[in-house]
Every structure is written in structure tokens, then in C-alpha cells.
């Protein structure tokens, strides 16, 4: 039954990280905004283990309450561990929930209205197979919210595109599985990236301090490379207290969390006809360690100023929107398709190869290592990173990505 029927300029899908972005940037822009959201309260449901860079963190204006900082890498492969340290803190484990839900606030805060328990199950289109609004479920219920513009940051579940049949189902992707849990020993300080046959077949395991008691455990399984179900390796790592889960001691388990996260490069199209994809739902993801917020968050920002100077121009064809995709892919599309390269390479390395390639990453200063990590390559860095390293190792790591 259609019980309500509302009128906005924009109606953003999903309030994640892209789209309390958009719906921020757009209303400030002076546009009126519906941010319509399935869950009964933004990060409901925890899908992410949370790591992001501090100096993204400051640049979208994130209280330091809102994550842990880190600032020692430990990567261990089953016979060899390295330590990175740095003396200040560049990484940060959010608090997932404050963090999306200060983001929602933002958003609210600059007038956009949000919606939640509003599940979108059509969208609604003109005789173009444009989107002119979308149809929710809140309840027994049905809303139609009107629309001049739709962004999708409905994550990797990529509803409206889908739905207007203009994008397949992601075909390759990171399956995680991830514990928050209460440990006798954390080192807050400090991560762990754990690699090799046992921890993940076509992946890495994971330890996130989230404060001085509590971190996250979890695996991430590279899909279709490997049938592992990332819950049960989870399981048997807790259980068998692997590596260096063994020195936290007594684990309590306070939460589960599971998602899925695109890894299928920059392969779809951006911006339609009333339309743009944001975040998850574009494949906005750095492949090297499947991170996607701080994309998410930039970009939500930009596609929201974007689709609001289209709805006041009254032009909001694909032609007025390509800026969006212009930005986006001009800031990440190299260095996502250097990190594909790495990540193809690291999905196929045997236990000894890790040993090999941690020996490398122990070469790295902690700059070097998060600048890698994240992606943050240029072609001249590289070259210059490649020239400093004297060992061959290094600069054959380095030189797949110059390679690009
Ligand atoms: C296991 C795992 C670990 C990860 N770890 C990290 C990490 O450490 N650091 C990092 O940066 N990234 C990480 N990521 C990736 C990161 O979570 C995503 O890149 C990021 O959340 C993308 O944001 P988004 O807003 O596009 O999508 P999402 O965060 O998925 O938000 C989508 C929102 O849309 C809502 N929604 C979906 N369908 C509908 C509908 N039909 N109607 C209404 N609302 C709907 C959802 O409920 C959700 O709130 C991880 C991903 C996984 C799976």
C-alpha cells in the first residue's frame, strides 16, 4: 500500500560513509536532501574493520574520539614477523558506529533529512529508464520519495544501479569476518597484518586495537580465488590462538561482523542520466588491503556538490555530472590499478614467497610502508623509492608498480 508520497531534489540510498558524505555536501549546497536508510540507526549493522589514516580523518573534520591510533605495523607471515614503528601515529581504528554516526549527524546538521528503517526496493523512472525517485519499504508500508537526481552509496549491494539493470553483481570481492573482542593484553599502539596459507588463502587476517582492552580479529578471504568461509578460518585461528593472537591471552567475544567489499577495479560507470555511484557501489576500494571509507567520504562529498550544482543548473544529464567521475578518477584510478598489480602478485605468494616479500617490506621506512599501503604511489615516488633502495628485492617490488 503507497501511504506517503514526498518531494525532494536528491534522494541518496544508503547512509554509510558515502552517503551521509553526499547528503552533507549537498545540502550545504542549498539542495533538499533524503538520505533513506534500510537499518533501524546508521552502522546498525558493523560491516568494516575501520582502518583509515589520521590525516584523512583531520581533513574531514573526525574527532580524535572517534578512533585509536596507530603507530607500529607488524606483518607476520607463519615463520617471520616484522615491526614497523613510527614515531607518531599516522593510522587510525575508528569507532565504526560513532564515526558513520557523526557523519550522519554532519549531514542532518546541514539540513539533509534522514530516513531510517526505509529499505529501497524500486526505483522509479521515466520512459528513458531514467531515475526520477525511488520506492521504499518502511514497515507494512510503501514511500515513494520524487526525486530530480539519485546517488547510490548503497554500498556493495549497488541497489539502484542494479535495479535499473545497468550493472551485474561484483564478480570479484573480499568476503571478512571479524570479532570485536575483550583481550587481557593489547598493545593499542600496534596492528598486525597477518598473511600466508593458514591465516587466509587469497587474503590476510587481521588484529585492530580498538582502545586499551578491546581489538578486532578477522580474516578477509580474496573471492572467487578461494572457497575458505572467512568464519570458520576465524574461528579456528581464535581457537588454535595463532601467531600473535596467543599474546593477547583470555578473549572475550563482545560482536561479529561481516561484509563483502567490490575488488573488481574501477570497472563500472560512474554517472547516468539523474544518476551517480559513490563508494562501495563504484568500486571505490584500495585493493591492496580492501580499504574504502576515506574514498567513500571524499567522494561522497564531491559527488554531492556535483549533483547539487546540476539540480540548480536544471541539468542533470550524464554530461553535466561526468566532473564527478573526471575528480575521482583522476585522484585514485592509476594508483588502484598499480595496487591491483601488487594485490594479483600477493594473492598467488606461497608461505616461503611471504617470507621473501616481508624481508622486502622490513626494508621500508614506516612512510615508505604507508604510502604503500595506502596505494599512495606516483610513478616519480616509486622511481625515487626504487632508487633508494639499493637491495634488488626492493626495487622489484617497486618496479611492478612503475610498471603500470
Ligand atoms: C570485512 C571488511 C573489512 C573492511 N575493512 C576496512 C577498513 O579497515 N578500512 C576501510 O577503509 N574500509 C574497509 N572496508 C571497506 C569499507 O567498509 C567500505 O569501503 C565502505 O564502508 C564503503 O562505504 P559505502 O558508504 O559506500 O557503503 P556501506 O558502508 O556499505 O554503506 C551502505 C549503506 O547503505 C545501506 N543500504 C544498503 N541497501 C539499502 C537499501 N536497499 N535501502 C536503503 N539503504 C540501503 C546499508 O544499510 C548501509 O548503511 C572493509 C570491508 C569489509 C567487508
Not at 549537498?26 to 533513506?36: F, K, M, R
Not at 607463519?78 to 601515529?89: E, M, R
Request: glycine content about 8%.
Amino acid at each position: 500500500m503507497l501511504l506517503n508520497e514526498y518531494d525532494f531534489d536528491l534522494v541518496i540510498v544508503g547512509a554509510g560513509p558515502a552517503g551521509s558524505s553526499a547528503a552533507f555536501a549537498a545540502s550545504n549546497e542549498g539542495v533538499s536532501v533524503a538520505l533513506l536508510e534500510k537499518e533501524e540507526a546508521v552502522a546498525e549493522t558493523v560491516r568494516t574493520s575501520g582502518v583509515t589514516w589520521i590525516a584523512d580523518t583531520k581533513e574531514f573534520g573526525i574527532p580524535e574520539s572517534c578512533y585509536n591510533p596507530i603507530s607500529n605495523y607488524s606483518f607476520c607471515s607463519p615463520t617471520k614477523s616484522v615491526t614497523i614503528s613510527d614515531n607518531k601515529p599516522k593510522a587510525a581504528v575508528l569507532d565504526v558506529r560513532k564515526t558513520y554516526r557523526h557523519l550522519a549527524e554532519q549531514a542532518q546538521n546541514s539540513g539533509a533529512k534522514l530516513f531510517l528503517n526505509t529499505n529501497v526496493t524500486e526505483i522509479a523512472t521515466d520512459n528513458n529508464n531514467r531515475p526520477i525517485g525511488v520506492i521504499a519499504k518502511v514497515s507494512e508500508s510503501q514511500v515513494k520519495f520524487n526525486a530530480k537526481m539519485v546517488i547510490d552509496c548503497s554500498g556493495f549491494q549497488s541497489v539502484v544501479v542494479k535495479s535499473l539493470g545497468l550493472a551485474e553483481q561484483w564478480s570479484r570481492f573480499g568476503a571478512g569476518a571479524e570479532y570485536e573482542v575483550k583481550v587481557e593484553n593489547v598493545q593499542s599502539d600496534t596492528w598486525w597484518l597477518m598473511v600466508g596459507e593458514e591465516y587466509s588463502p587469497a587474503g590476510y587476517a587481521w588484529i585492530f586495537p580498538v582502545s586499551k582492552d578491546t581489538v578486532r580479529i578477522g580474516v578477509g578471504v580474496g573471492k572467487p580465488e578461494s572457497d575458505v568461509d572467512p568464519t570458520e578460518r576465524l574461528d579456528k585461528l581464535i581457537e588454535e590462538k595463532k601467531g600473535p593472537i596467543k599474546d593477547l591471552g583470555n578473549i572475550t567475544k563482545i560482536e561479529f561482523h561481516y561484509g563483502l567489499i567490490p575488488n573488481d577495479g574501477l570497472s563500472r560507470k560512474t554517472v547516468y542520466d539523474n544518476l551517480i555511484l559513490v563508494g562501495d557501489s563504484a568500486g571505490q576500494a584500495n585493493p591492496l588491503v580492501l580499504e574504502g571509507i576515506r574514498y567513500a567520504i571524499r567522494f561522497g562529498r564531491v559527488a554531492g556538490r556535483t549533483a547539487a550544482e546540476a539540480i540548480k543548473s536544471g541539468d542533470t544529464t550524464q554530461k553535466s555530472l561526468e566532473g564527478y567521475e573526471k575528480i575521482w578518477k583522476k585522484a585514485i584510478e592509476s594508483k588502484i590499478k598499480s595496487a591491483s598489480k601488487i594485490q594479483s602478485r600477493w594473492i598467488g605468494l606461497t608461505d616461503e614467497e611471504w617470507e621473501k616479500e616481508l624481508e622486502v617490506i622490513s626494508e621500508l621506512s614506516a612512510d615508505e610502508f604507508l604510502d604503500f599501503i595506502r596505494a599512495d604511489f606516483s610513478v616519480s615516488s616509486i622511481v625515487r623509492l626504487a632508487t633508494h633502495h639499493p637491495k634488488l628485492a626492493v626495487r622489484q617490488l617497486f618496479n611492478i608498480v612503475k610498471g603500470s
